[in-house]
C-alpha cells in the first residue's frame, strides 16, 4: 500500500511540474509572433529580466530558469545596405544602453515593427533548455517599406 501511495505522490508532482513547465513556456510564447511592435519587445525584456532575477539567474545563463531575449535592429543607411545590431539580455544592460537613456529613441523604438525569428535553424522560433523550458527568443526589425 506504502509503494502505492508513493507512486501517486510521484505521478503528481511530476504532473505539477509539467503543468508548472506549460504555463512558463505559455508566458513567453505568446511573444512568438510573425509582427509585434516594440513596445512588446520591451515587455517580454522585461518579463525576462524579472524572470531572471526571481530565480537568481541574471547572470547565469546556464540555469535552468535563464531566459535570453535578443533582438536585431536594422538601420537602412541607403537602399544597398542594411546595418544590423544585435543585442541580447544581459542583466539591465539593454535597458540601461538604449531604451532608457534617450527619450527620443525609446519613443521611436516602441513604434518599430519586429517579428520572432527561427534562431536554431529547426524551425521552431523558440529555443529550449534540457528541462524543456523556454531559453531564449530572438526577435528581428522588419524594416517598413
Known amino acids: 500500500m506504502f509503494g502505492q501511495t508513493s507512486a501517486l505522490v510521484d505521478r503528481t508532482s511530476e504532473d505539477t511540474e509539467t503543468k508548472q513547465i506549460a504555463d512558463?513556456?505559455?508566458s513567453f510564447d505568446s511573444y512568438n509572433k510573425k509582427l509585434m511592435y516594440g513596445t512588446d519587445v520591451i515587455s517580454v525584456l522585461n518579463k525576462a529580466a524579472d524572470n531572471n532575477r526571481t530565480y537568481g539567474a541574471t547572470n547565469d545563463p546556464s540555469s535552468e530558469y535563464y531566459v535570453d531575449i535578443a533582438f536585431r535592429?536594422?538601420?537602412k543607411i541607403n537602399t544597398l545596405n542594411t546595418d544590423i545590431y544585435t543585442l541580447s539580455t544581459n542583466?539591465?544592460?539593454i535597458k540601461?544602453?538604449?531604451?532608457?537613456n534617450k527619450s527620443d529613441e525609446f519613443s521611436e523604438f516602441k513604434r518599430r515593427a519586429f517579428q520572432c525569428i527561427d534562431i536554431d535553424?529547426?524551425?521552431k522560433n523558440v529555443t529550449y533548455n534540457a528541462s524543456g523550458r523556454i531559453c531564449?527568443?530572438?526577435?528581428?526589425?522588419?524594416?517598413k517599406n
Do not use: A, C, M, R
Open 121 to 123: 535553424g529547426d524551425g
Open 96 to 100: 540601461n544602453s538604449i531604451l532608457i
Open 24 to 26: 512558463f513556456n505559455e
Open 136 to 143: 531564449k527568443l530572438e526577435f528581428e526589425e522588419v524594416l
Open 73 to 75: 535592429l536594422k538601420s
Open 91 to 93: 542583466g539591465e544592460q
